[in-house]
């Protein structure tokens, strides 16, 4: 793997990382206001951008490069409202979204076929991630952002798949079910 190409991915593997770290902010900030199904919506986005992180590293691996990690930045803890908070979601998926396509420009320059097939797993990802985004804002703007159909949105979040319930949520769902 040529140089440029373990740097650029060593850096998409930081930001992978620093999107985990993000998506747990904003899961905590959601535990703070009791709304269990946003909180576990993120959580989940933190495990899957771990996902991310890992399928990268592995790659670079695989290629017989080596993975250098860098300091995570500290994320944004407080937003002003449930709206500002999955906006702010938003705007880090776009900048993941243009990184991995930076690195795709790349790939492409340095004719590293092997990468642009790699990548385009992740281009695909990224579409969704951002269209499942701005779906989440415009779920909360259409309720105005608050009252029972913020609690509908969040009652809808809990059954996302993609990991165990923790305790807090599984006695909500259950409760809700009875």
């Given amino acids: ?59 670079v691996n695989d290629r017989n490069g080596r993975v250098l990690l860098g300091a995570i930045p500290e994320p944004q803890n407080e937003f002003g409202s449930p709206l500002e908070a999955a906006q702010a979601a938003l705007a880090h998926e776009r900048k993941v979204t243009a ?14 076929p092997a990468t642009v097939s790699f990548l385009k797993w992740f281009l695909d990802e990224q579409v969704e991630e951002e269209k499942t985004a701005d779906d989440l804002i415009q779920h909360i703007k259409l309720v105005g952002g608050e009252g029972v159909g913020l609690y509908m949105i969040d009652q809808k979040l809990l059954t996302r798949p993609g990991m165990a319930l923790g305790a807090a949520q599984a006695g909500e769902a259950n409760a809700a079910e009875e």
Avoid at 11 to 29: D, K, V, W
Avoid at 99 to 112: M, S, W
């Fill in 1 to 59: 793997m040529q140089e440029t190409m373990q740097a650029a991915i060593g850096r998409q593997i930081n930001l992978e990382f620093a999107s985990a770290h993000a998506y747990t902010a904003i899961s905590a900030y959601f535990e703070s206001l009791t709304l269990d199904g946003f909180a576990y919506y993120y959580r989940v986005q933190a495990q899957e951008e771990i996902s991310h992180a890992m399928k990268f590293f592995d790659y």
């Fill in 99 to 112: 990184a991995i396509n930076e690195i795709y420009e790349l790939a492409q320059r340095e004719h590293d």
